[in-house]
């Protein structure tokens, strides 16, 4: 899938919270110290406090009754609500869309797990007591959605994405996609890391035993028009997604999503001023390192923050003080590929709306 060319569509403000804060410049302090897990010591992890809701926009039963990472979803999103309020849209003109992974409630998986081993003959009883059934899933995050929707008023087009790492990418694509078809005028595009419990190592499995997961949220606001008062303006230029586990035909498959990213600037890799991707996976080192072309990511900093990490190297990306004062326009390419055989690629143009001044 491709960027539609009917309409531009502008970052124009972002939220974010993690290990390393909530302003974006933090991003580039210093690197935060992870954290022993509590249920597996030998593990590290970069955990964070839920948040205090904003009293003015949620009520303060929110507060008791929505998991820990829905609050750093709807502490993000408190934050641009100036910014879209003062766009002055009507509300079904707002787009929204999120990336919520699952949720552990309403008993810890690790009392599944426990369960199990003392009576592995039943299994499926087991499961059935102690894993959250879908529907209470299914609510709570249409719940969170609908907070947000009430808070900020957006009614426009909805959109909700339940995974982990390719979730980001799928609720930016969709949000760009109602903008640049003229069915919203702006969109917020929210996400958050799944809590940090034995679920979540369960759920990734043997390949990531090394893997040190962050706790974070990040929102977008994108709009038609640029913002008329931030030094820097972003657009989103182009963006490809592709799917693929068998190994023989990955590299032709990231390939292709790559092309298809840079293809409405007519652009090749040797355009690009920054890459966003990680170099320690080696398919995507083969395809965008370069001796004067290294790989830059957020992860060191944040840890791994799955549904949310894609907006959050986006804030990344484009908060760098340098953009600021490099007068030319710079393009940024964000590459992802998850362990599930996930392809997303994102290119974004940067530039200095103060250079003529």
Same mark, same amino acid.
């Given at each position: 899938?491709?960027?539609? #060319?009917?309409?531009?569509?502008?970052?124009?403000?972002?939220?974010?919270?993690?290990?390393?804060?909530?302003?974006? &410049?933090?991003?580039?302090?210093?690197?935060?110290?992870?954290?022993?897990?509590?249920?597996?010591?030998?593990?590290?992890?970069?955990?964070?406090? #839920?948040?205090?809701?904003?009293?003015?926009?949620?009520?303060?039963?929110?507060?008791?009754?929505?998991?820990?990472?829905?609050?750093?979803?709807?502490?993000?999103?408190?934050?641009?609500?100036?910014?879209?309020?003062?766009?002055?849209?009507?509300?079904?003109?707002?787009?929204?869309?999120?990336?919520?992974?699952?949720?552990?409630?309403?008993?810890?998986?690790?009392?599944?797990?426990?369960?199990?081993?003392?009576? #592995?003959?039943?299994?499926?009883?087991?499961?059935?007591?102690?894993?959250?059934?879908?529907?209470?899933?299914? +609510?709570?995050?249409?719940?969170?959605?609908?907070?947000?929707?009430?808070?900020?008023?957006?009614?426009?087009?909805? &959109?909700?994405?339940?995974?982990? *790492?390719?979730?980001?990418?799928?609720? +930016?694509?969709?949000?760009?996609?109602?903008?640049?078809?003229?069915?919203?005028?702006?969109?917020?595009?929210?996400?958050?890391?799944?809590?940090? *419990?034995?679920?979540?190592?369960?759920?990734?499995?043997?390949?990531?035993?090394?893997?040190?997961?962050?706790?974070?949220?990040?929102?977008?606001?994108?709009?038609?028009?640029?913002?008329?008062?931030?030094?820097?303006?972003? $657009?989103?230029?182009?963006?490809? $997604?592709?799917?693929?586990?068998?190994?023989?035909?990955?590299?032709?498959?990231?390939? $292709?999503?790559?092309?298809?990213?840079?293809?409405?600037?007519?652009? *090749?890799?040797?355009?690009?001023?920054?890459?966003?991707?990680?170099?320690?996976?080696? +398919?995507?080192?083969?395809? +965008?390192?370069?001796?004067?072309?290294?790989?830059?990511?957020?992860?060191?900093?944040?840890?791994?923050?799955?549904?949310?990490?894609?907006? *959050?190297?986006?804030?990344?990306?484009?908060?760098?003080?340098?953009?600021?004062?490099?007068?030319?326009?710079?393009?940024?390419?964000?590459?992802?590929?998850?362990?599930? &055989?996930?392809?997303?690629?994102?290119?974004?143009?940067?530039?200095?709306?103060?250079?003529?001044?």
């Amino acid at each position: 899938m491709s960027l539609p #060319p009917a309409r531009p569509v502008y970052l124009i403000d972002a939220a974010m919270l993690n290990a390393v804060g909530r302003v974006c &410049g933090d991003l580039y302090g210093a690197l935060p110290e992870a954290q022993p897990v509590p249920f597996a010591p030998d593990r590290l992890a970069h955990f964070i406090a #839920p948040p205090r809701l904003a009293g003015e926009l949620f009520d303060r039963k929110i507060q008791r009754s929505v998991e820990p990472q829905g609050l750093r979803l709807l502490d993000c999103v408190a934050r641009l609500a100036p910014t879209l309020g003062a766009l002055q849209l009507r509300p079904e003109r707002i787009a929204l869309t999120a990336a919520i992974p699952e949720v552990d409630a309403p008993s810890p998986c690790w009392d599944a797990v426990e369960a199990i081993a003392r009576q #592995p003959d039943k299994l499926l009883g087991q499961l059935f007591a102690n894993t959250p059934p879908l529907h209470a899933l299914t +609510l709570l995050n249409s719940s969170v959605m609908a907070y947000v929707a009430e808070a900020l008023r957006c009614n426009g087009p909805m &959109g909700g994405y339940c995974s982990q *790492t390719n979730a980001g990418l799928d609720a +930016l694509i969709e949000a760009v996609v109602q903008i640049s078809e003229d069915r919203a005028d702006a969109a917020l595009v929210v996400s958050s890391s799944p809590n940090i *419990t034995p679920a979540l190592y369960l759920r990734e499995g043997p390949e990531a035993a090394e893997a040190c997961y962050g706790e974070g949220a990040a929102a977008l606001l994108l709009a038609a028009e640029p913002s008329a008062s931030a030094p820097l303006s972003v $657009r989103i230029a182009g963006f490809a $997604r592709g799917y693929c586990v068998v190994q023989e035909r990955v590299e032709a498959v990231a390939r $292709r999503v790559l092309e298809q990213a840079l293809s409405g600037e007519k652009f *090749t890799l040797g355009d690009i001023d920054l890459v966003m991707a990680d170099a320690q996976d080696p +398919l995507l080192a083969k395809l +965008l390192l370069g001796p004067s072309r290294p790989l830059r990511n957020s992860r060191a900093m944040t840890g791994e923050l799955g549904a949310s990490a894609l907006l *959050t190297e986006i804030i990344f990306a484009t908060c760098n003080e340098r953009h600021c004062d490099d007068p030319r326009a710079r393009h940024v390419l964000l590459m992802t590929r998850s362990r599930a &055989g996930h392809l997303g690629a994102l290119l974004l143009m940067i530039e200095n709306t103060e250079k003529g001044a």
